[in-house]
């Protein structure tokens, strides 16, 4: 009960700085940054459900969804290496929802192999918390890593990094990835707080 309280309380503070127009545009015009250029942005509006099933320790379970949005990053050998979609929840879910996603998270991460930890990674950038993981190697995995965070008005970002079969990210190692990672997300959560003044 008091942590969904607080995460109310949170989400209304983040919300109150920027308006929700705002917000959205700010999400989806981020350039990028280092290897990765936004290459198209996508506005997918409503699924056919106002809702998609994601599973955690408990079952599966509804997180809702009202409006959708993904953007594409290329770098220079134009191949996708970062993807971002952006959700957003119904108002009076959206507490409930991040709850969720975060037990979904947990549950991705205690059942995929060649993590770097059996734990969620929690990152704070700028002042807002992000969550996901990163494999214990450059291999052939379809991604290296994955995070999300929750900006406020009601919306989910989650962000995706591609490695593919070929490496068309040319990651060389570990730490080079990891400080790739952690300036794209630095950066775009920067555009973030500047683009709400």
């Known amino acids: 009960m008091k942590k969904g309280l607080i995460s109310v309380l949170c989400v209304m503070l983040l919300s109150a700085f ?88 947990l549950y991705i991460v205690q059942h995929t192999r060649n993590l770097s930890y059996q734990q969620p990674d929690s990152l704070n950038f700028n002042g807002t918390n992000v969550y996901g993981y990163t494999k214990s190697k450059v291999d052939s995995s379809s991604f290296i890593g994955s995070y999300l965070f929750f900006p406020g008005d009601d919306y989910t970002v989650y962000v995706n990094f591609h490695l593919g079969k070929e490496n068309p990210a040319a990651y060389s190692s570990l730490d080079q990835f990891i400080s790739q990672r952690d300036q794209f997300l630095r950066k775009y959560i920067e555009q973030l707080k500047k683009c709400g003044k």
Do not use: W
């Open 18 to 105: 920027m308006p929700a127009t705002q917000l959205i545009d700010c999400l989806t015009n981020f350039d990028g940054t280092g290897q990765y250029k936004k290459f198209r942005a996508d506005h997918n509006g409503a699924m056919s459900k106002p809702f998609r099933v994601v599973k955690t320790a408990k079952g599966d379970e509804e997180i809702t969804v009202i409006d959708n949005y993904r953007i594409a990053y290329h770098n220079a050998k134009e191949a996708t290496t970062v993807s971002v979609k952006i959700e957003k929840s119904a108002a009076d879910g959206y507490a409930v929802d991040q709850e969720i996603i975060r037990d979904n998270l």
